[in-house]
C-alpha cells in the first residue's frame, strides 16, 4: 500500500502528480529548488489530449475559463496565405493555449487546497531504496522515508541523476526556440503554422486578448545572448514574413517579452523506474516542441499513475504496469517530434511536415 510519497519538482507533471496522489487520501510531500516556486516561459499550446488530461485531472474548467480552445491548425505560406487545416480529432476541440503563469497558478491552488505538504528550496541529496520503501535525504539535511518517490524534476533531473547515473544527457537537437507573447486579434481563433521560409513560425492564442508566437530557427548552439539584443535578432528571424507575423515583428521594441532557448532532448533507454523511484514528464521523456504535447504528457503519467495505484498491488508491481501503459506513447511524442524537427531543418516540404503532425495526434487522440 502507498500510504507517503514525496514528489520531487514542482512543475506541471510534479503538481499533476501531487493533486492525484492526494485526492486518493496519500500523504504528498513536494519539493521544489526554487525558493519562490516560480515559472519561466511566455505560454504553453493546449492540443486535443492535452485538453482531455486537464479534464481528468479535474482542472479543466479553469484552464478554458484563463486560456483558449478554437479548432484546427491553419497551415500558412510565410506570406500569411491559408493553404490547408489540420483538423482536430472527432469530439475533441483544441488547438488552444494557455499562459504559462496562468496554468501554475491553476495547479498549484488545488495543489495546496488538497493537503499537499509544499517545500520550497531544496531537492533530493540522496536516496537508499529497500524492500520497505525509500530513505531519502535532502539538501537542506532533513530526511524522511517514503513508500515512492517520484522525479519530476525535468530535463535535468537530480532523481534521474541519482537513480540512473548513466542515462543519456540532453543533447540539442540543432534548433532554438524563439517565444514573444503580444496582444491577440479577435480574428485570429485557432492555431497556425507559417511554413516555407526559412524558420517555422507558430502562433497560438492563449487567452482572450493575447497570444504567444513561437519561430524555430536552425542554427548552432546560441551563446546566451543578453535580452536587450533578442527583439533586433527576432526581427531578423522574420524577415520576409507578411500577415499577421509581419505586424507583430514590425511591433517589436527594446522591451518586447521574448525567450530564447536551445531544444534539447533524449530517449531514456529502458524502464523509468526501479521498485521504489518513478520518473515522470520531461524526468523520463522529455520532448521538443512540435507536438505541443510535454505539458500533456506530464499530466497523463500523473493520471495513469493514480489509476495504477486504483488497481491495486505492491508498489514495484503499479510502477511496472504503469510503465507497460505509458511507454509507446511517451516514445511516439518524443520520437515523432524529432522526426518534425528533422524535417523542419532539412526543408522539407510544409506538406510533409503537417502530415506528420497530424497523424501523431490522431494516435494521440486514442485512449490514454
Not at 132 to 148: E, I
Not at 241 to 261: C, F, K, T
Not at 275 to 293: C, F, K, M, N, Y
Not at 348 to 368: F, I, K, Y
Request: glycine share 12%; aromatic share 4%; with cysteine.
Amino acid at each position: 500500500m502507498i500510504r507517503k510519497v514525496l514528489v520531487v519538482g514542482g512543475g506541471i507533471g510534479g503538481m499533476a502528480a501531487a493533486i492525484e496522489l492526494g485526492r486518493r487520501g496519500i500523504a504528498v510531500d513536494l519539493v521544489d529548488l526554487d525558493p519562490h516556486w516560480r515559472v519561466y516561459g511566455a505560454g504553453i499550446t493546449i492540443t486535443s489530449p492535452t485538453l482531455r488530461a486537464f479534464g481528468d485531472l479535474g482542472i479543466l474548467d479553469a484552464v478554458l475559463r484563463d486560456g483558449f480552445s478554437g479548432n484546427g491548425i491553419r497551415i500558412c505560406t510565410m506570406e500569411g496565405v491559408p493553404v490547408d487545416e489540420v483538423a482536430d480529432p472527432p469530439g475533441m476541440p483544441g488547438s488552444g493555449g494557455i499562459m504559462r503563469p496562468i496554468l501554475h497558478r491553476i495547479l498549484s491552488e488545488r495543489t495546496l487546497e488538497i493537503g499537499t505538504n509544499v517545500r520550497l528550496g531544496c531537492t533530493v541529496s540522496s536516496m537508499d531504496e529497500d524492500e520497505h520503501g525509500a530513505a531519502v535525504v535532502l539538501s537542506d539535511g532533513s530526511n524522511d522515508r517514503y513508500d515512492l518517490v517520484i522525479g519530476a524534476d525535468g530535463l535535468n533531473s537530480a532523481v534521474r541523476g541519482l537513480t540512473f547515473p548513466d542515462a543519456p544527457k540532453p543533447a540539442y537537437t540543432g534548433q532554438s526556440v524563439w517565444r514573444l507573447f503580444a496582444k491577440r486579434p479577435a480574428e485570429f481563433d485557432r492555431r497556425h503554422f507559417f511554413l516555407g521560409g526559412k524558420v517555422k513560425i507558430g502562433i497560438a492564442p492563449v487567452s482572450q486578448d493575447s497570444l504567444y508566437l513561437f519561430l524555430l530557427e536552425k542554427t548552432p548552439r546560441h551563446p546566451m545572448i543578453p535580452d536587450a539584443e533578442l527583439p533586433a535578432m527576432m526581427a531578423a528571424l522574420m524577415q520576409g514574413y507578411g500577415g499577421i507575423v509581419g505586424r507583430l515583428r514590425d511591433e517589436l521594441h527594446d522591451a518586447s517579452p521574448i525567450v530564447m532557448r536551445p531544444l534539447e532532448a533524449f530517449v531514456l533507454p529502458g524502464a523509468w523506474h526501479t521498485d521504489r523511484v518513478l520518473l515522470i514528464g520531461d524526468a523520463a521523456h522529455p520532448t521538443t516542441p512540435q507536438l505541443a504535447s510535454g505539458a500533456g504528457m506530464a499530466v497523463e503519467d500523473a493520471v495513469v499513475l493514480g489509476r495504477e495505484i486504483d488497481g491495486g498491488g505492491e508498489v514495484p508491481e503499479i510502477l511496472r504496469r504503469y510503465q507497460a501503459r505509458r511507454d509507446a506513447r511517451c516514445r511516439l511524442v518524443v520520437e515523432n517530434s524529432l522526426e518534425i524537427g528533422r524535417l523542419e531543418q532539412a526543408g522539407a516540404p510544409p506538406s510533409e511536415q503537417t502530415r506528420l503532425v497530424a497523424q501523431s495526434l490522431a494516435r494521440l487522440a486514442e485512449p490514454v
